[in-house]
């Protein structure tokens, strides 16, 4: 057995054990060497891969270059030039700093490196193979840097034996050319793979922004760079208050993806997948958003570089912030506001002026000689399954009060006050019919305005509950205890909770792993079916522990889960009283055009496009 001794490393070993912290794939060669001719000021970047970089990776700048006897110290394990004192750490403002990212991108390597500033008659070159006995000597060269990198991983074949196929890694390095041309619209990009180019995309501004990117440069970059067809819908946000300043491009509401790849996330112009950036801009997405669904976000978080610090994460890709709840906040009232005051929460406008009393009407009764006829006090089964009339209690809306329940603060995100308020005059519209005992039919002169029943009366729900907490906070005992069966993890789950799903109205006593005893819900509830109901909840809580950050998030999705279940439900007739009863209680109701989950409420129809139909544009 060999002796256990403590010896130093040697320096081959040391290089390839830190190129293991930094060089994963190919692409991780890539954003060093495109950092650091960022760094140098320059103005457009030529890439070359062969085999998605597994074979090379070259990349030709017209930065500054560097000066001759610098040329040696970069493949130097710790030398940079990005930091002088240990307080630099902390205030960090480059892109590349580390100091040994060329040193293990070299020792696991061909490595050449060319580089000339523009007071120099030629350039120098360094030449190594995994970075031992490096031979430098001059050559021309236009004033700039190229690197080349060949044959990664060929003395590591550990680590090369988990790399991707050739398209797989071409695919990691065309996301990341991405997202560096997103944060550099001043730099033009050009992109081969093996041998033939793929991208180029011209430079859109002259100069580095040295504030928030203009919203028709980064337009035109987005545009430029993600070839999207719903890009010129996206929504220029704007923000900023004394934590710092966010500013890019949001999707609005209806062109949400199934995935977060679609959400670019940059902090000081680092590209970072930071979940403290992206939980912010979900938060001003909140009850936008159907469930699984995720934003198209080019957005950009720029502050003090002492107020985040970057050295957290081998790749940069997660930060540490200072001030992480305020910066959460600044994103979220940014794009709560973009949502709230843009085009696609406007009405449509009016194309003429019709009087009201010459446009043809649907006639109530005619549109729903199909439906069931039972009133809006519907009978439904309820949790006893007995027959019950079921009523809807439109109490006015009282405008105001913002009070939390006790021992839960309210989301801070909820509302934006200072935003514009998307609140429709719902006197303007007459009631036309219902269709399928699901969706009502509103018009005025110009407009036909089609309203999803249940999300409407959700929405107004959740509305009336944010604003008045005992319409929900208030429990009514039931006479019978109702007993609903959970797992024992479920019931564990329960029992965590009891206290705050108590602040709600729901009170209920533990079975010790076989289930729980409701005994009161808020009056609202009282005929709701109460097994659905609390496993609705129960799904709440599992999706929103309480870690920090959390509990606002779980105080909507309860309000939202306690409106839904409180509210109308699509093939419940109703009323044509009971319409006008729904109707008034949405005055002053803000921003209906969506429920709290997310789905869509209405959608206008005006006279040009209905006429289109019929050929008669």
């Given at each position: 057995?060999?002796?256990?001794?403590?010896?130093?490393?040697?320096?081959?070993?040391?290089?390839?054990?830190?190129?293991?912290?930094?060089?994963?794939?190919?692409?991780?060669?890539?954003?060093?060497?495109?950092?650091?001719?960022?760094?140098?000021?320059?103005?457009?970047?030529?890439?070359?891969?062969?085999?998605?970089?597994?074979?090379?990776?070259?990349?030709?700048?017209?930065?500054?270059?560097?000066?001759?006897?610098?040329?040696?110290?970069?493949?130097?394990?710790?030398?940079?030039?990005?930091?002088?004192?240990?307080?630099?750490?902390?205030?960090?403002?480059?892109?590349?700093?580390?100091?040994?990212?060329?040193?293990?991108?070299?020792?696991?390597?061909?490595?050449?490196?060319?580089?000339?500033?523009?007071?120099?008659?030629?350039?120098?070159?360094?030449?190594?193979?995994?970075?031992?006995?490096?031979?430098?000597?001059?050559?021309?060269?236009?004033?700039?840097?190229?690197?080349?990198?060949?044959?990664?991983?060929?003395?590591?074949?550990?680590?090369?034996?988990?790399?991707?196929?050739?398209?797989?890694?071409?695919?990691?390095?065309?996301?990341?050319?991405?997202?560096?041309?997103?944060?550099?619209?001043?730099?033009?990009?050009?992109?081969?793979?093996?041998?033939?180019?793929?991208?180029?995309?011209?430079?859109?501004?002259?100069?580095?922004?040295?504030?928030?990117?203009?919203?028709?440069?980064?337009?035109?970059?987005?545009?430029?760079?993600?070839?999207?067809?719903?890009?010129?819908?996206?929504?220029?946000?704007?923000?900023?208050?004394?934590?710092?300043?966010?500013?890019?491009?949001?999707?609005?509401?209806?062109?949400?993806?199934?995935?977060?790849?679609?959400?670019?996330t940059f902090v000081n112009s680092r590209w970072v997948k930071d979940k403290t950036i992206r939980y912010g801009m979900l938060r001003g997405y909140h009850s936008h958003l159907l469930k699984g669904q995720y934003p198209q976000v080019v957005g950009f978080f720029t502050c003090e570089p002492s107020l985040v610090d970057v050295n957290v994460h081998p790749t940069k890709?997660?930060?540490?912030?200072?001030?992480?709840?305020?910066?959460?906040?600044?994103?979220?009232?940014?794009?709560?506001?973009?949502?709230?005051?843009?085009?696609?929460?406007?009405?449509?406008?009016?194309?003429?002026?019709?009087?009201?009393?010459?446009?043809?009407?649907?006639?109530?009764?005619?549109?729903?000689?199909?439906?069931?006829?039972?009133?809006?006090?519907?009978?439904?089964?309820?949790?006893?399954?007995?027959?019950?009339?079921?009523?809807?209690?439109?109490?006015?809306?009282?405008?105001?009060?913002?009070?939390?329940?006790?021992?839960?603060?309210?989301?801070?995100?909820?509302?934006?006050?200072?935003?514009?308020?998307?609140?429709?005059?719902?006197?303007?519209?007459?009631?036309?019919?219902?269709?399928?005992?699901?969706?009502?039919?509103?018009?005025?002169?110009?407009?036909?305005?089609?309203?999803?029943?249940?999300?409407?009366?959700?929405?107004?729900?959740?509305?009336?509950?944010?604003?008045?907490?005992?319409?929900?906070?208030?429990?009514?005992?039931?006479?019978?205890?109702?007993?609903?069966?959970?797992?024992?993890?479920?019931?564990?789950?329960?029992?965590?909770?009891?206290?705050?799903?108590?602040?709600?109205?729901?009170?209920?006593?533990?079975?010790?792993?076989?289930?729980?005893?409701?005994?009161?819900?808020?009056?609202?509830?009282?005929?709701?079916?109460?097994?659905?109901?609390?496993?609705?909840?129960?799904?709440?809580?599992?999706?929103?522990?309480?870690?920090?950050?959390?509990?606002?998030?779980?105080?909507?999705?309860?309000?939202?889960?306690?409106?839904?279940?409180?509210?109308?439900?699509?093939?419940?007739?109703?009323?044509?009283?009971?319409?006008?009863?729904?109707?008034?209680?949405?005055?002053?109701?803000?921003?209906?055009?969506?429920?709290?989950?997310?789905?869509?409420?209405?959608?206008?129809?005006?006279?040009?496009?209905?006429?289109?139909?019929?050929?008669?544009?």
């Amino acid at each position: 057995m060999r002796e256990s001794r403590i010896l130093l490393l040697a320096d081959p070993v040391i290089d390839k054990i830190a190129a293991g912290e930094v060089i994963e794939r190919p692409s991780s060669v890539l954003k060093e060497l495109l950092e650091n001719a960022i760094d140098a000021g320059a103005t457009s970047l030529r890439i070359e891969l062969e085999e998605g970089g597994r074979k090379k990776i070259l990349v030709t700048d017209d930065g500054s270059g560097m000066h001759a006897e610098d040329v040696p110290l970069a493949v130097k394990r710790h030398a940079t030039s990005k930091l002088r004192t240990s307080e630099d750490l902390f205030c960090i403002s480059s892109m590349g700093f580390r100091g040994e990212a060329l040193a293990s991108i070299a020792s696991i390597s061909h490595f050449s490196l060319l580089s000339r500033r523009v007071e120099a008659q030629e350039g120098i070159k360094l030449e190594t193979v995994g970075n031992e006995n490096p031979s430098i000597y001059t050559r021309p060269a236009p004033v700039g840097t190229t690197i080349q990198v060949q044959d990664l991983f060929f003395n590591v074949p550990v680590r090369e034996k988990f790399l991707k196929s050739a398209q797989v890694e071409y695919a990691s390095c065309f996301e990341l050319v991405q997202s560096q041309a997103l944060s550099n619209p001043h730099i033009s990009f050009t992109l081969f793979h093996n041998g033939k180019e793929k991208i180029s995309w011209p430079r859109i501004s002259s100069e580095p922004e040295t504030g928030p990117i203009a919203e028709s440069t980064l337009r035109k970059r987005v545009q430029q760079v993600l070839t999207s067809q719903e890009a010129g819908s996206f929504l220029y946000v704007h923000e900023e208050n004394q934590y710092g300043c966010f500013f890019g491009l949001v999707s609005p509401p209806g062109v949400e993806k199934a995935t977060q790849k679609n959400m670019w996330t940059f902090v000081n112009s680092r590209w970072v997948k930071d979940k403290t950036i992206r939980y912010g801009m979900l938060r001003g997405y909140h009850s936008h958003l159907l469930k699984g669904q995720y934003p198209q976000v080019v957005g950009f978080f720029t502050c003090e570089p002492s107020l985040v610090d970057v050295n957290v994460h081998p790749t940069k890709a997660e930060l540490r912030f200072q001030y992480a709840a305020e910066v959460q906040s600044l994103l979220a009232t940014g794009i709560r506001k973009a949502l709230r005051s843009a085009h696609w929460a406007e009405e449509p406008q009016a194309v003429s002026h019709t009087p009201a009393s010459h446009m043809p009407s649907f006639s109530a009764s005619s549109m729903q000689q199909t439906s069931r006829n039972v009133s809006v006090d519907a009978l439904e089964t309820s949790s006893f399954g007995a027959k019950e009339t079921r009523s809807f209690t439109f109490a006015p809306l009282r405008m105001g009060a913002s009070k939390a329940p006790a021992g839960m603060s309210a989301p801070s995100f909820l509302p934006v006050k200072e935003a514009p308020a998307s609140i429709l005059d719902w006197d303007q519209f007459l009631f036309q019919g219902s269709w399928f005992d699901c969706y009502l039919i509103f018009s005025d002169e110009t407009r036909v305005l089609m309203i999803d029943q249940h999300a409407f009366h959700e929405r107004i729900l959740y509305e009336k509950y944010l604003q008045d907490p005992t319409l929900y906070s208030l429990c009514q005992p039931l006479l019978i205890p109702h007993l609903i069966a959970f797992s024992p993890e479920e019931v564990a789950l329960f029992a965590e909770n009891q206290a705050q799903l108590a602040s709600y109205g729901c009170t209920y006593g533990i079975l010790e792993g076989k289930g729980i005893e409701v005994t009161g819900v808020p009056p609202l509830l009282r005929r709701q079916q109460f097994d659905t109901l609390f496993a609705s909840l129960l799904q709440e809580v599992r999706n929103h522990p309480h870690e920090s950050g959390m509990p606002a998030t779980l105080h909507h999705q309860v309000l939202a889960t306690l409106a839904c279940h409180s509210a109308v439900r699509a093939g419940e007739k109703l009323e044509e009283s009971h319409v006008h009863r729904l109707k008034q209680e949405a005055q002053g109701v803000d921003f209906v055009h969506n429920c709290p989950h997310g789905r869509r409420v209405f959608k206008w129809f005006n006279r040009s496009e209905v006429e289109g139909w019929f050929d008669r544009t």
